[in-house]
C-alpha cells in the first residue's frame, strides 16, 4: 500500500471500517503473523533503552562518580512524579487524537531522537560534584523517560487493538514480551562482553567510567533505530482501526481529569493498577542492587554476571510458548496469582539458602550453574505475570467500553508504562536509601567489604525485596473478570453496534 492510499484510507470515518472485524479491534481472531512480528519488534527497543538506563545508572552514578545512593535514588523518584502525569497524559491524548495516521503513530514518531539524546547524555556527565550531578541526572532522567512514553504507551496501546479474541491477545502479547527481552538480554550480553571488560587499570570493567559513554551510544543508536523501524512498517494496520468518535474533543486538562477518573472507576483495573505498583518495588529493588549483589555479594565478574542474560533468555521464550496455552486452559487470575507466589521464591531463594548455609560459596564451580536455576525459574515467573497482566488490560478495555461507552486502551496501558518505570524508580529511592543505611563504601573492590555490610546487601536483594510483590496477592484475588464473562462483554458490545 502507498502512502497515499495509507492516508486517505485512514482519514475515512470509523463507519466505513469492514463489517468482518470488531467494532473496536483491527482482527477478530487470529492476528498476521507479519504484523505481530512487526509490532512485536518495537518492544525490543524499549528494553535496550531501558536495560541500558536501569541496570547502570545507579551503580555508575554511585560507584564510578561518587554521587550518594540516597542522591541517586531521589533523582530517579522525582521523574516517576512527573511520569505520574505525563504516562496518562499521552494515554488520554492518543485515546483522543484523530489524524491521517490514527491515533498512536504520531506519538511513536516522535520518540527517538530525544530518546537516544537524553540516553548517551546520561553517561555522559560534566564535572558538577555531588549537587550537579544530581540535577543532571534528575533532569535528563525526566526528559528521557516522557520522550519513551511518547512510544511505549501508544505501542502498548496499540497491541491491545489489533485483536478481540481473549487468547490472541495473549500470543500478541506473548510475542511483544518475547523480543522486548531479547532486546534486554541481548544488550546485557553484549554490554557485559565488549563494553565492561577488564583492563590494565581495571580488573573489572563496570568500575571504569570511561567504559559508559560508548555503551550508551551504542544503546542509543541500536534502540532508536528499532523503535523507528517497528513505527514505519506497523503504518499498514492503521486502516484497520477505527478512530475515535469526531464528537469526542481533544484533551483538556479537565477531560484529561476526567478520563482518568473514568478508568478509576473500574474495579478490575483499580485492583491491577495496586498489584503493579507492589510488584514494580520488589522488581525495581532487585534490578537497582542487582549489580551490587552480583560484584559484592556473590563476587561474580562481568565475564560471568553475562551468562545470566544467556539463561535468562530462555524465561521469555518459556513465557512466549506456553502463556496462551495456560490461558486456554486456565483463568488469566489464576495464572496472576500462581506465578506471584512463584516469582518471590525463585527471587530470594538464593540469597535466603545462603544465609541458611545451603547454597554453594562463592568461586565454587556449583555457584554460577545454581544461581542461573533460579534466575531462569524468577525470569519465566515474571514473564508469564507481564504477558498475563497485559493481555488482562485488554479484557479490561472491552468491559469499559461496555460500562461507559468508551474505548481507554491508552489510559488503562500508560499504567502498564507507568509501573514499568515505577520499578525503576522506587527500586532506585529504597535501594539507594538502602545503600546509605548499611554504609556501603564507595568503589570499593570485591572481598574487601566488611561481611556484615555484605550480609545485610544480601538481605535487601532477597527476602526484604519481595515483601511487597507477596502482598500484591492479595489484589489479585479479588480480580473477577473471567473468560465467561469476558464473551459475555463481546456478544454485548456486538448487539450494541447492531441496535
Known amino acids: 500500500m502507498s502512502d497515499a492510499d495509507l492516508i486517505a484510507e485512514t482519514a475515512d470515518d470509523a463507519d466505513t471500517a469492514a463489517v468482518s472485524r470488531p467494532r473496536s479491534s483491527a482482527y477478530a481472531g487470529r492476528v498476521p503473523m507479519r504484523t505481530k512480528l512487526i509490532y512485536s519488534v518495537g518492544a525490543a527497543s524499549e528494553t535496550i533503552i531501558n536495560f541500558a538506563f536501569n541496570s547502570f545508572n545507579f551503580f555508575f552514578y554511585v560507584n564510578v562518580m561518587g554521587v550518594p545512593g540516597t542522591l541517586a535514588g531521589l533523582a530517579i523518584t522525582i521523574a516517576l512524579i512527573f511520569d505520574a502525569i505525563t504516562d496518562p497524559l499521552v494515554g488520554s491524548i492518543s485515546d483522543r487524537w484523530r489524524s491521517k495516521l490514527g491515533r498512536r503513530h504520531p506519538f511513536m514518531f516522535a520518540a527517538p531522537i530525544p530518546v537516544m539524546i537524553c540516553l548517551f547524555g546520561i553517561y555522559s556527565p560534566p564535572d558538577w560534584g555531588e549537587a550537579g550531578l544530581f540535577l543532571w541526572l534528575t533532569v535528563l532522567t525526566v526528559t528521557l523517560r516522557s520522550s519513551m512514553t511518547l512510544f511505549h504507551v501508544p505501542h502498548l496501546a496499540l497491541g491491545a487493538e489489533l485483536s478481540a479474541d481473549f487468547t490472541e491477545r495473549t500470543r500478541v502479547m506473548s510475542m511483544n514480551t518475547l523480543f522486548g527481552f531479547i532486546g534486554g538480554f541481548g544488550t546485557a550480553y553484549i554490554g557485559y562482553t565488549y563494553f565492561f571488560t577488564p583492563s590494565a587499570e581495571f580488573d573489572n570493567g563496570l568500575l571504569d567510567g570511561s567504559n559508559y559513554p560508548v555503551f550508551a551510544i551504542s544503546a542509543s543508536l541500536v534502540g532508536g533505530a528499532v523503535m523507528l523501524a517497528s513505527t514505519f512498517f506497523t503504518r499498514d494496520v492503521i486502516p484497520h482501526l477505527r478512530q475515535p468518535s469526531r464528537s469526542l474533543p481533544k484533551t483538556t486538562p479537565m477531560a484529561f481529569v476526567q478520563d482518568v477518573l473514568l478508568a478509576m472507576s473500574n474495579r478490575n483495573y483499580l485492583l491491577l493498577l495496586v498489584g503493579f505498583l507492589l510488584l514494580s518495588a520488589t522488581t525495581g529493588t532487585r534490578e537497582t542492587v542487582h549489580l551490587h549483589a552480583n560484584t559484592y555479594f556473590w563476587e561474580l565478574v562481568p565475564a560471568q554476571i553475562r551468562y545470566f542474560s544467556m539463561i535468562g533468555l530462555l524465561g521469555p521464550i518459556i513465557?512466549?510458548?506456553?502463556?496462551?496455552?495456560?490461558?486456554?486452559?486456565?483463568?488469566?487470575?489464576?495464572?496472576l496469582i500462581a506465578f506471584l507466589i512463584a516469582y518471590p521464591i525463585f527471587a530470594a531463594g538464593p540469597v535466603v539458602l545462603r544465609l541458611l548455609g545451603l547454597f554453594p560459596e562463592n568461586g565454587s564451580p556449583l555457584l554460577l550453574p545454581c544461581l542461573m536455576v533460579f534466575?531462569?525459574?524468577?525470569?519465566?515467573?515474571?514473564?508469564?505475570?507481564?504477558?498475563?497482566?497485559?493481555?488482562?488490560?485488554?479484557?479490561?478495555?472491552?468491559?469499559?467500553?461496555?460500562?461507559?461507552?468508551?474505548?481507554?486502551?491508552?489510559?488503562?496501558?500508560?499504567?502498564?508504562?507507568?509501573?514499568?518505570?515505577?520499578?525503576?524508580?522506587?527500586?532506585?529511592?529504597?535501594?539507594?536509601?538502602?545503600?546509605?543505611?548499611?554504609?556501603?563504601?564507595?568503589?570499593?573492590?570485591?572481598?574487601?567489604?566488611?561481611?556484615?555490610?555484605?550480609?545485610?546487601?544480601?538481605?535487601?536483594?532477597?527476602?526484604?525485596?519481595?515483601?511487597?510483590?507477596?502482598?500484591?496477592?492479595?489484589?489479585?484475588?479479588?480480580?473477577?473478570?473471567?473468560?465467561?464473562?469476558?464473551?459475555?462483554?463481546?456478544?454485548?458490545?456486538?448487539?450494541?453496534?447492531?441496535?
Open 319 to 335: 513465557g512466549f510458548l506456553v502463556a496462551a496455552p495456560l490461558h486456554e486452559r486456565f483463568e488469566k487470575k489464576a495464572t
Open 375 to 499: 534466575y531462569l525459574g524468577q525470569m519465566a515467573s515474571a514473564i508469564l505475570l507481564l504477558v498475563t497482566a497485559a493481555s488482562a488490560l485488554a479484557d479490561i478495555a472491552d468491559e469499559q467500553e461496555l460500562l461507559t461507552g468508551r474505548r481507554q486502551e491508552g489510559i488503562f496501558y500508560s499504567a502498564r508504562s507507568f509501573f514499568g518505570k515505577a520499578s525503576s524508580g522506587l527500586g532506585h529511592l529504597l535501594a539507594g536509601i538502602a545503600i546509605d543505611v548499611i554504609h556501603f563504601p564507595v568503589g570499593a573492590q570485591p572481598g574487601t567489604v566488611p561481611e556484615e555490610t555484605v550480609f545485610q546487601l544480601g538481605l535487601i536483594e532477597g527476602p526484604i525485596a519481595v515483601i511487597p510483590g507477596l502482598i500484591a496477592i492479595g489484589f489479585y484475588l479479588r480480580y473477577n473478570l473471567t473468560r465467561a464473562r469476558h464473551a459475555e462483554i463481546q456478544a454485548e458490545l456486538e448487539k450494541r453496534e447492531v441496535d
